[in-house]
């Protein structure tokens, strides 16, 4: 099953703050970044928790706080959807199903 949009967009923040998390760094903690994010430390934690589609708001939001260039965020969330596509593709293939649905 492929994930969606929302499902992979949250895998990568998600993966971009436990990478910034285990660097120990006292600037990367979920207070501080919820509060440069302008919502509170609970619906940060949340975010992070949920699949929930993340806003183009909310992605600025996280970028700006944690001094990643947003076009370099979207660029990541983007390829891991297109690399979702092509794994869904390859195995369809390699499973016999058609591309394309017949109606």
């Known amino acids: 099953m492929c994930k969606s949009y ?5 895998e990568v923040i998600r993966e971009d703050w436990n990478f910034r998390k285990a ?3 006292p600037a990367f903690n979920q207070e501080r970044i919820a509060r440069i994010m302008g919502i509170s430390r609970s ?3 949340k975010a992070l928790g949920e699949p929930k ?4 708001s909310f992605l600025c939001a996280y970028a700006t706080a ?3 260039p947003i076009d370099e965020l979207l660029y990541t969330i983007g390829r891991r959807v297109v690399d ?3 794994m869904l593709l390859i195995s369809n293939q390699t499973a016999g199903k058609p591309m394309v649905e017949e109606m």
């Open 6 to 10: 929302a499902e992979i967009a949250m």
């Open 23 to 25: 660097k120990d760094n």
């Open 43 to 45: 619906q940060l934690a």
């Open 66 to 68: 944690v001094g990643r």
């Open 53 to 56: 589609n993340p806003t183009i």
């Open 84 to 86: 979702e596509q092509r």
